[in-house]
């Protein structure tokens, strides 16, 4: 039996073929792991919307610093002209010290007695004197004034220099915020630009879905509460026309399976009222843009138009949602009226004029132009009218 032949080593070249097959296998392998998957249109639109929904917050902190700034803008005018006018008149009563002062050091040169005895009309001197008992009088009158409008202008002055302080950071955060919704928006718009025509336009179509499908469950409430009203309605007709047949004596006890009354149904703003005016602003301005911080009369935010629908009612309403909250009266859901401020999501930054029928005018968010949409859309935390 012949001895078996061992197999001869691999040659320098042909190591290096399998050593570079073997390590673009690896690599190729190790890419396709690590690969990101392609986001879906529901993932982008919900990205889009949270993007959307975080640079609304940060506009109405924006409208809110704003404000604020404005304010202490107007402040520190205010206080820079009082310490104007503080050093104009220490400047006016420096003067008149040293007019007096002047004329006290001529006059009291020489010791009074040495002038009385010297003096070859003593009368003369003596009516001198008291001239200058006078202006002596005159100069502590007149130090104690500069001694307090001293006080008054250094107070002054450091009110000046706090109010301006606050305004430099009232400045900082403003640009900050503006930053924060500039940033937002630009990731929103990059997100949007990754996707085809025909994906954006889905996007879009969804959008209108969602809102249809809310719209039509409002509608579906809305009618369920006309129904149970108006049966409520006609049980109390009924139980009233038979109280009346059994005369005028019996008692006038509702039976106890009659439900309480439905509330009214709101009733439609009278014409040329406060109401109708807010409203027919609000309507005047549908299909016009969303312009972040903007009060019109081309473009609004959301407590913009809010702002302007009341200014045009002789109303004045604070600059953000958040406050426009807190002014007025707070409204039941199920007694709201055409005019009616509407408030979303629990930190209240978003804001529509109600206009009936369980709807609203309202500008949504940026790329987006003013609406009607129902209140059942986003998440209603209540209702104010002021």
Same mark, same amino acid.
């Given at each position: 039996? +012949? ?27 190790? #890419?396709? !792991? ?10 982008? %639109? =919900?990205?889009?919307?949270? *993007? ?17 700034? @404005?304010?202490?803008?107007?402040? !520190? ?8 006018? #503080? ?25 009074? +007695?040495?002038?009385?005895? /010297? ?6 001197? *003596? ?8 202006? !002596? +009088?005159?100069?502590?009158? /007149? ?55 025909? $994906? ?17 469950? @409002?509608?579906?409430?809305? =009618?369920?509460?006309?129904?149970? =009203? ?10 009233? %026309? $038979? ?32 109401a109708a005016t807010i409203v027919q602003f609000a309507y005047a301005q549908l299909g016009k843009p969303y312009g972040w911080s903007k009060t019109g009369p081309s ?7 809010? #702002? ?27 007694? /709201? ?38 209140? #059942? ?10």
């Amino acid at each position: 039996m +012949g001895k078996r032949r061992k197999p001869s080593p691999p040659s320098r070249a042909r190591l290096a073929v399998l050593t570079t097959a073997v390590a673009s296998g690896a690599v190729l392998a190790s #890419g396709t !792991a690590h690969a990101e998957p392609a986001p879906t249109l529901a993932s982008v %639109k =919900e990205q889009v919307d949270r *993007l959307n929904e975080e640079a609304e917050q940060a506009i109405e902190r924006f409208n809110g610093f704003q404000e604020k700034q @404005q304010k202490l803008q107007g402040e !520190a005018n205010r206080i820079q002209e009082k310490v104007a006018r #503080g050093q104009d008149a220490m400047n006016e009563l420096r003067t008149q010290l040293g007019v007096v002062g002047a004329e006290q050091y001529r006059n009291n040169g020489i010791d009074p +007695g040495i002038q009385l005895m /010297l003096d070859s009309d003593p009368a003369s001197y *003596l009516g001198r004197a008291s001239v200058q008992d006078q202006v !002596a +009088g005159s100069w502590t009158s /007149l130090l104690k004034r500069a001694q307090d409008e001293q006080r008054k202008l250094d107070q002054e002055r450091a009110e000046a220099a706090t109010t301006l302080a606050d305004l430099d950071a009232v400045g900082a955060s403003l640009n900050a915020q503006k930053n924060e919704i500039q940033g937002k928006l630009a990731q929103s718009e990059a997100l949007l630009n990754k996707l085809s025509a025909e $994906e954006r336009a889905k996007i879009n179509a969804q959008e209108a879905a969602d809102k249809a499908k809310a719209a039509a469950q @409002q509608a579906a409430s809305a =009618e369920r509460a006309k129904a149970a =009203e108006k049966e409520a309605a006609d049980k109390a007709k009924a139980a009233a %026309k $038979e109280t009346a047949g059994k005369g005028a004596a019996a008692p006038q006890t509702p039976a106890a399976n009659t439900p309480p009354p439905a509330a009214n149904t709101p009733a439609p703003p009278a014409a040329g009222g406060r109401a109708a005016t807010i409203v027919q602003f609000a309507y005047a301005q549908l299909g016009k843009p969303y312009g972040w911080s903007k009060t019109g009369p081309s473009s609004f935010d959301c407590s913009g138009l809010t #702002g302007a629908a009341y200014r045009a009612a002789d109303v004045s309403l604070p600059r953000t949602s958040q406050e426009q909250w807190k002014v007025g009266t707070r409204i039941g859901r199920g007694d /709201l009226q055409p005019g009616d401020l509407v408030f979303f999501y629990p930190d209240l930054h978003h804001v529509g004029v109600y206009i009936g029928d369980g709807k609203m005018i309202h500008a949504p968010r940026t790329g987006k132009n003013i609406e009607v949409l129902s209140i #059942g859309v986003m998440p209603y935390m209540g209702a104010v009218r002021p």
